[in-house]
């Protein structure tokens, strides 16, 4: 069965502090593609990052950084040097052969940035 | 621009009445879903489209209905049968169907049942 945990529900840290938003899968597929999204209080979901299973280099995109472990199965969300704007719901979310490429989502981690 | 839309932003029903939500896009994109989220929970995949006049039903399907007459528009119907309708509702595009292509979201519509 596939499953994504997020287990830190809220995350509330002071602006400037960096923040780590944890992500676990299950899927017993060896092709599978992982995910995040942002969800901001407007309610809109915002495309962040995909990583394909058989690419485990991490990836910066300026203050964002993903840290991507097949041998733990997880692929973890940090964002540097936080920001107010970075407050939102994060989701993870994983696709495979075995939920026919629909994508599994997690329950997310709301994250809030006090300044 | 591009990018998708749905209407209308907040809508309010009376309990027994079907109501459709609108989901337009103009990204060219094949594949079209929609979604629903409940507080504090992640996204539950209702109905799916990968092309034009065909459709499938996702985790949650009982209740609603949709259509896909043309490839920008795929309007889902809250009927009912649905016993607990009240949420938000996402809809989604993607170029081709699920799987490796990142979807792309609308801003959502909030359904209470009064």
């Known amino acids: 069965a596939q499953k994504v945990t997020q287990a830190q529900t809220e995350i509330s840290v002071v602006e400037k502090e960096d923040v780590t938003l944890d992500c676990v899968y299950e899927?017993?597929?060896?092709?599978?593609?992982l995910f995040w999204y942002k969800q901001p209080p407007s309610g809109e979901l915002v495309f962040l990052i995909r990583?394909?299973?058989?690419d485990e280099q991490n990836e910066i995109s300026g203050r964002y950084s993903w840290n991507f472990q097949k041998s733990t199965s997880s692929f973890n969300f940090t964002i540097t040097a936080s920001q107010v704007v970075d407050s939102a719901v994060y989701f993870c979310a994983l696709s495979s052969w075995d939920s026919n490429y629909q994508l599994i989502w997690g329950a997310g981690t709301k994250l809030i940035i006090k300044p | 621009d591009g990018g998708i839309t749905q209407s209308p932003k907040y809508l309010f029903r009376k309990e027994g009445q079907n109501v459709t939500l609108s989901c337009e896009q103009n990204?060219?994109?094949?594949?079209m879903y929609w979604y629903r989220q409940d507080p504090g929970q992640g996204l539950r995949l209702i109905y799916y489209?990968?092309?034009?006049?065909?459709?499938q039903k996702g985790d949650i399907a009982e209740g609603y209905s949709v259509s896909r007459e043309k490839k920008e528009s795929f309007p889902l119907t809250v009927t009912s049968a649905q016993k607990n309708p009240t949420a938000f509702y996402l809809c989604?595009?993607?170029?081709?169907?699920?799987?490796?292509?990142?979807?792309?979201f609308g801003p959502g519509t909030r359904l209470t049942v009064l």
């Open positions: 990583r394909n299973s058989f």
């Open positions: 989604a595009s993607s170029i081709k169907g699920p799987g490796y292509n990142e979807q792309f």
């Open positions: 899927t017993r597929d060896t092709t599978y593609y």
């Open positions: 990204l060219n994109h094949d594949a």
């Open positions: 489209s990968q092309i034009v006049n065909d459709f």
